[in-house]
């Protein structure tokens, strides 16, 4: 079954770096787009980037100090959020939408503060 498990959260200093992970299993990974996701408290669940084979996208809020990636070997998706700000505190969810399902990790929680 699908199985999307994240981790590398944390508490880091406004400024400071963070490398996120997304491990997948139970699909062809390397054939669908991911998503990364974010929920901070009393907020709706809000997407932050999306990774396909060629491209990725993001949202405004974090473009030019997040990255994602995509290591297809080893069926893991990546974020790197540098520059980060308290308003970057959140749980941060992947997302995989597989044979028009859509699946949800566990969640991994960013805290920013100094």
């Known amino acids: 079954q699908v199985q999307l498990v994240e981790s590398g959260g944390g508490l880091v200093q406004p400024g400071g770096s963070l490398r996120l992970s997304c491990a997948a299993s139970?699909?062809?990974?390397?054939?669908?787009?991911m998503r990364w996701y974010r929920q901070a408290p009393g907020k709706e669940r809000e997407w932050v980037a999306t990774?396909?084979?060629?491209?990725?996208e993001y949202a405004d809020s974090v473009k030019g100090r997040f990255t994602s990636s995509r290591d297809n070997a080893k069926n893991t998706m990546f974020l790197q959020m540098n520059s980060l700000k308290p308003e970057d505190t959140a749980l941060y969810y992947c997302?995989?939408?597989?044979?028009?399902?859509?699946?949800w990790g566990q969640g991994t929680q960013v805290t920013v503060s100094s």
């Open positions: 997302r995989a939408t597989v044979d028009y399902k859509v699946y």
């Open positions: 990774t396909g084979s060629i491209s990725t």
């Open positions: 139970g699909f062809a990974f390397s054939r669908y787009a």
